[in-house]
């Protein structure tokens, strides 16, 4: 049994190494001197060993686009906070950003990871392409297919760590180091900008910090 626990580490290890390896990494610097936000006021944010920005709570969904940055495949580390409000904090990462309102987006619902009802634990991470198909449009028509459970999900109140793969034709996403994706979905569009940036939905705050790019 010991030896079974041995060996399954060492394969997350490798699987990880794997994923992460390949192509250098680099560090964003977040400032909110270097962000292009759309309905959204971006402040610095410097608290828990953490430093980068933080959007406030409006109406609509919001983006703050991370100026001077290119990004079209490959993974990007992003560690994010939301909260436990029910309906008010949906939080995650942009790409594919074309205007305010065009862009790929993969969000969590940070309320839902300590949701007991079992169709609300299946909604806890999504992945949608706006305007064309909205979470309501693919949980409607290709229901479940592109959101998900997290396997002991972190707590809704601090901040976690998604890893987010990109390809050319699907989309990745994986927490903390596990081996194994929460979400592997096909992409709903093909690339046409490498702008990227932090969303928040509707009526939720978001802080952002740590982020990191394996361009491929």
């Given amino acids: 049994m010991l030896n079974e626990l041995i060996m399954n580490k060492i394969l997350i290890a490798v699987s990880v190494f794997i994923l992460c390896s390949g192509c250098s990494s680099t560090r964003l610097s977040l400032d909110s001197d270097n962000i292009q936000a759309h309905n959204r006021s971006v ?6 060993g953490k430093s980068g920005i933080e959007l406030n709570a ?28 029910p309906g008010k904090s949906f939080v995650g990462l ?45 949980r409607t028509e290709r229901t479940g297919e592109f959101e998900a459970e997290i396997n002991d999900p972190p707590d809704p109140d601090n901040w ?19 081996d194994k994706a929460v979400l592997d979905v096909p992409r709903l569009s093909a690339p046409k900008s490498g702008r990227i940036g932090a969303w928040v939905g509707h009526n939720s705050s978001g802080r952002f910090a740590n982020v990191r790019l394996k361009k491929e």
């Fill in 160 to 178: 976690f760590t998604a890893l987010i793969k990109i390809t050319r034709d699907r989309v990745m996403v994986f927490m903390r180091d596990e």
């Fill in 58 to 85: 409006l109406e609509g969904d919001g983006i703050a686009v991370f100026e001077n940055t290119e990004f079209e495949t490959g993974t990007i580390f992003i560690d994010i906070k939301g909260e436990n409000n």
């Fill in 43 to 48: 402040m610095n944010y410097k608290d828990s």
């Fill in 94 to 138: 942009a790409f594919n950003i074309t205007d305010e309102e065009g862009y790929e987006v993969v969000y969590f619902r940070p309320f839902n990871f300590v949701a007991k009802e079992q169709i609300r634990r299946d909604h806890m991470v999504q992945y949608v392409f706006h305007p064309e198909y909205t979470w309501r449009k693919l």
